[in-house]
């Protein structure tokens, strides 16, 4: 018979639970907080507003497609990248009496902060279909490929969330650093302007940047009528390994997590 | 049914603080390098928090497991739990395991009763089909069923504690754990764990029961293991065991003998002047502290305190508070504390006895909690201390006072 990888086993028979953490995650903010869910779609939608002041008052840049839309999409799928990270990075330091006294896989911590993220981000994507409508931008038939680039984003994402969450539990150092290399990155990343745009040996460096083709893609199979191409199924791949060297590594940490906070 | 098997289980501890912080992994990854740390080595900051701790608990068996603070209990206790992995040696557990231990640790204040019953239950690693067919009985089980749509920071700490323990005591599992639980609750709610863990044991569910409550480990477990510093020092009859744990902390604690005033002894004796370590609520007790001294030591103090076998600290009496001076000891001789009429309720306690200077305030001898004694009694209070009672009952209503008139109601104890 085949037979799972002892962690993916182990996820699963503790599924309940991972639903369980995310649902609380979602509960409370809608208990603790007066917009609930307004808060997926206030902040993208607020530094849409201010970039696109930025690149169609003071400059422009030529983006093929409505400015607000451009930035918009690029700020949803951001978003949830980011947002996952910035909760996951918290996400085992925040739990201390469940990380030391009681026993499951620990991976829940930021496998539910990807999964409260990616709640918002369907909210979201309904907030992007009403700004796309407004300024006259149609879906294609590109959209069924939609489900493979969120499917590669959280997988990019919860590799990410994995490393960052292990790392702020052993180094406390790294939830500042976290915020310092997210403001950089989302520059380095076609989220507000096509970074494509930038040349010389920056660009070339800054081709190197994962999130760029998973961004593009998004747009592309949202907002551009067009099926991602072999840079996004290169990213799509790394994300995968990505994510099982991750996982693999959490889960070969996750015995000293108890002994470390 | 499942089992528990430990084969030669050894665990390092570090002391202190790891490397917290980034300035510390450059350091740490060059000592890692240079293959310094090697698995079974102790590094200067490293201890055996256990030390080949071998174990196994049947179906049908519950095994206490005693020993001093900082023996390495609750760290045998996390490895069962698998929150910890062991540095050397092997551990098997079978089936589902079920730890009574932090049963509340899943809940969140701003949630309320419910969903928490749902969260902690899945933590314990319930299924939602599961959790709601046993949810019913948890919630009459825990006594909340009124507030059960309250969120649970309205929740007096019992109120928290009892609905944790009952999510944890449904669960069935094939092996259970628990670390001191009976200490929650009221004595009605106590009554109804221990119940429910008789009930399992009985169902042949094996467990392994960490606590400081000397009585219920000798009421509750078949066998009995005693660890102090990391090992395991005697294994067997509970009665046995908690009996060789009683004296080894006599010898642990075996005075200095460089002062100049020594005890040499504690004697309790009974009502009728024979030193036993069984006494009886309501009769008299005596506390004999023998000394010895190499000098004449001027107005010294005696202090006597009391705590039960878990630590709970019952009563502290010394000379000084009372006014009573001693003079100056000499020689040999003993200060007797007599108590006419002992209010402690059964259980288990240990007295420790010091000789102070005339400040009160440095010892000049201490055996700290060294003899133990035993209370049994045929009345039935809650608590640690009998309160001498009656009860009287007045009725208001004229009418029933008259007809009550010519019975007047009256118990005394």
Redesign the interface.
Known sequence: MFKLPEPLAEQW??R??L???TS?DL??RY??TVMGFGWAVFMPLVNTAIFSVIFTRVTTVDVGVAYPVYAFSGLVIWNFFASSLRFAVNSLTSNP??V?????PREIFPFSAVLVSLVDLAVALLVLGAVMAWYHVGIGWSIVALPLVILAAVMFTAAAALVVSMANL?????KYLFEIVIAVWMFATSVVYPVGRVGGRLGAALALNPMTPLVEAFRDVVINQRFPGTEFMVMATVSAIFLAGAWAAFHAAE?DF???L | MGHISLRGVWKKYYRGERHDSLRDLVPALAARALGRQKRDALGKQEFWALRDISLDVKPGEAVGIIGPNGAGKSTLLKLLTRILRPTRGEIEIQGRVGALIEVAAGFHPDLTGRENVYLQGAVMGMTRAEISRKFDAIVDFAGVPEFIDTPVKRYSSGMNARLGFAVAAHMDPDVLLIDEVLSVGDVGFQEKCVARMREMIARGVPLAFVSHNLTAVVDLCTRAILIDHGVVRAEGNPAEVVSEFRRGRRADNAPTGDGPIQITDVRLLQADGEVSPLFQTGKAMTIQVHYQARQPVERPHVAIDIHTADGTYCAGINTRMDNCSLGTLEGSGHVDLVTPRLSLLPGCYSISAGILDPQGLRPLDLHARAYPFTVVSTRRDFGFVYLEHEWRHTATDPAVAAARDAADEECAV
């Open positions: 028979s503790y309940e639970l639903m369980r953490m609380r509960v409370l208990k603790q009496s469940l030391t006294k009681v026993y499951f052993f180094y406390r150092d790294v015995f108890a002994e470390n």
